[in-house]
């Protein structure tokens, strides 16, 4: 009877004839970073989900900021009551529609595959696997929320001033905004993510983000004025997208508490994925 050996276990041969040992290799987070990130750059729909949310978002918000100063109403708006800075990132209402997307296809497509089983074969330690793959998930979000933020709101500042409206980045709350809109898709992704885990199904999971994002603000509108009022600053998008204001909004929590609630929302989906992942078999 024989004993399987680790195939990265024993004696090398070493210089002059002599052997080394070599021990196992350990699959350590950061073996798993390089992975993820590996896989996510080389599959090539998330490439085009990520250029959709880029070209989405900046188009969008271009178009509304073109819109709202196409009429005396629109800039006289904008000049008295409105939120100049808010404005100019409109678009990102459809930005988070694609991270939706983004974030529940990084995690279930590998279970539509397959691929799972060698990814946790390659890193038995689940939760390191999806730990690793959530980084690096943020960090692309984080990234492409960014620049989808600073480009839309340098055209539209520009678009503006042409007609007498002038906002800048050193203005109150502004710089905070900008930054805010790609913590806001990063968070948005993680979200998606961990309803992806839970569910594994890529249907179902961006099924469940775009009801909780986009369909849980119209069911709301149909309840009684007293029951609404309460709950609107509870909603994902209201407490989450509040940090993309510069002026506070009547009935909502500040940016950064209704921000923190939002990520509250994440990381409860994201705790019950992970828990879900180390009781079911792959």
């Given amino acids: 009877m024989t004993t399987a050996t680790h195939p990265f276990s024993g004696a090398a041969p070493a210089s002059g004839g002599m052997t080394a040992p070599i021990g196992p290799v350990k699959a350590t987070f950061g073996g798993a970073l390089r992975s993820e ?38 800039v006289q708006d904008l000049k008295t009551t409105g939120d100049p800075t808010s404005q100019t990132m409109s678009g990102f209402i459809l930005g988070m529609l694609v991270m939706v997307v983004f974030g529940a296809m990084s995690i279930t497509a590998e279970y539509s595959t397959g691929m799972i089983r060698t990814s946790f074969t390659a890193q038995p330690r689940r939760l390191v696997m999806l730990a690793a793959k959530a980084t690096v998930l943020t960090v692309v979000a984080l990234v492409v929320g960014l620049v989808s933020s600073l480009t839309s709101f340098l055209i539209g500042a520009q678009i503006f001033a042409g007609h007498d409206v002038h906002v800048a980045l050193g203005d109150p709350n502004v710089l905070r905004a900008v930054v805010g809109g790609g913590l806001f898709m990063a968070v948005t992704a993680l979200l998606s993510f961990g309803l992806g885990t839970a569910l594994r199904h890529t249907a179902g999971s961006i099924t469940a983000g775009v009801g909780l994002m986009f369909l849980l603000p119209v069911l709301q509108s149909f309840l009684p004025s007293a029951w609404r009022d309460a709950m609107t600053r509870w909603l994902p998008i209201n407490a989450g997208g509040n940090i993309l204001t510069t002026k506070d909004t009547e009935h909502m929590f500040s940016a950064w508490t209704g921000f923190g609630i ?11 994925g992970f828990w879900l992942t180390q009781r079911r078999d792959a």
């Fill in 262 to 272: 939002f990520t509250l929302y994440a990381v409860v989906a994201l705790a019950i």
């Fill in 37 to 74: 990130w590996t896989k996510i750059r080389s599959v090539r729909s998330t490439f085009w989900t990520l250029v959709v949310a880029l070209v989405a978002t900046i188009g969008v918000s271009v178009l509304v900021s073109i819109g709202t100063v196409g009429s005396k109403s629109g």
